[in-house]
């Protein structure tokens, strides 16, 4: 079975991730933030995280009411072929 085609809401969430650096660390930012950079509501952006996180492109850590994110191998590779 050939593998999903990613989202362009998931590239343009993954892009945002990556110009803040969260390719080899964790950066921490909120989804409201994320919504405004990616223009799309908060919980658009929590819909994001949440499918990228379950389709292995990111991984999150909770550090109190924020979230930290890094993009994955798997999430920097589909970037990559594009």
């Known amino acids: 079975m050939p593998q ?16 803040k650096g969260a ?4 950066i921490e930012i909120t ?7 990616i223009g799309r509501s908060q919980q658009a952006a929590s819909k994001h995280l949440l499918e990228l996180e379950n389709s292995g492109y990111l991984e999150r850590a909770k550090r109190g009411q924020k979230f930290a994110v890094r993009i994955t191998d798997k999430g920097f590779n589909e970037i990559q072929k594009l």
């Not at 362009?8 to 990556?18: A, D, G, N």
């Not at 390719?23 to 964790?26: A, E, G, T, V």
């Not at 989804?31 to 950079?37: A, I, R």
């Open 23 to 26: 390719r080899h660390n964790f």
């Open 31 to 37: 989804t409201t933030e994320l919504g405004k950079h």
């Open 4 to 19: 999903a085609e990613i989202k362009l809401q998931h590239i343009l969430t993954i892009v945002e991730l990556l110009s």
